[in-house]
């Protein structure tokens, strides 16, 4: 197989599983983590699956073999959120940022006051 | 808040409203590395028994042992700057060295990245509509995993 009908192969299963998502229409429950966390993580693989498979059409072999270590990663999350107690782990995933947001916010507004001013927009 | 003040000094950080929320609920948490407070969270994601799959043969839970000790492992080669991947960036003795030298060496991992991209995004789904306790994607999931079996006949 050469990479590009090896590639348009899987992008078209990848194209096939996003139809069935968004035609799906579903509509997370705005008090639960469960479906917004497990939606969001299919959203982001798909799109990592995609990156993917344009490194292998830009003969990046084995930087495209290396992101998809990202895509073994969500599915150790996914996998753990909804083996057992699922709404639980979800609501500890997001609240997460919490802890991130605590370092990095700062870093965040003061970078972006930096790139306003670099690019001149008051 | 620690970065913040160690590389931009002279810079005065404007709380928003709601830090106080955010710094209540970052007491719940050890690291900012793992969100599930699990050290080597990767691996103990993956080894947790499973609670739907079992083994055939044993009747035990199936665990991603493969997944994590072999896959994650390797393509960790590829994602650090480890000498492994390395090898398609070398010189043979008494050549001329030449950026990506020897990169035709590193062709067959297209296939391996795809194969991949279609085991982890196929189990992905399988696991994710569980917890939305909805209905499976089963053609597109089959038709998946016959791809995924003529690259294992290919190789």
């Known amino acids: 197989m050469t990479n590009e009908s090896s590639t348009s192969q899987v992008i078209c299963l990848i194209e096939k599983l996003e139809a069935f998502i968004n035609n799906s229409r579903f509509l997370p429950a705005t008090s639960f983590y469960r479906s917004k966390v497990l939606l969001a993580l299919i959203s982001k693989a798909l799109t990592v699956a995609r990156a993917v498979c344009a ?8 930087e495209a073999f290396g992101l998809s270590r990202t895509l073994a990663e969500i599915f150790f999350t ?17 609240e997460h940022v919490a802890k991130t947001r605590g370092i990095n916010a700062p870093v965040h507004q003061i970078l972006s006051r930096k790139t306003l001013r670099a690019n001149k927009i008051r | 808040m ?23 609920l970052a007491k719940n948490y050890k690291s900012a590395h793992s969100w599930a407070d699990l050290r080597g969270q990767a691996k103990l ?14 009747g035990e839970p199936i665990k991603q042992e493969f997944d994590y ?17 390395l090898y398609a960036h070398g010189t043979a003795p008494g050549t001329l060295f030449r950026i990506r030298g020897s990169i035709h060496e590193e062709a067959g991992y297209s296939d391996l990245a ?30 998946m995993r016959q791809v995924m079996s003529s690259y294992a006949q290919d190789s």
Not at chain 2, 2 to 24: L, N, Q
Not at chain 2, 52 to 58: A, L, Q, R
């Open chain 2, 114 to 143: 795809l194969f991949n991209v279609l085991a982890f995004v196929s189990k992905t789904i399988v696991c994710a509509f569980r917890g939305l306790r909805d209905e499976q994607p089963a053609d597109i999931l089959e038709e």
């Open chain 1, 78 to 94: 996914v996998r753990y959120l909804s083996n057992k107690d699922t709404e639980q782990r979800a609501a500890k995933y997001v």
């Open chain 1, 55 to 62: 490194l292998v059409d830009a003969d990046f072999p084995a």
């Open chain 2, 2 to 24: 620690r970065r913040s003040t160690k590389f931009f000094p002279e810079k005065h950080y404007e709380p928003t409203r709601f830090d106080r929320d955010f710094a209540e």
């Open chain 2, 69 to 85: 000790e072999l896959l994650y492992w390797w393509t960790s080669q590829f994602v650090h700057a480890t000498v492994r991947s």
């Open chain 2, 45 to 58: 994601m993956a080894l947790e028994e499973d609670s739907y799959e079992f083994d055939e043969k044993t």
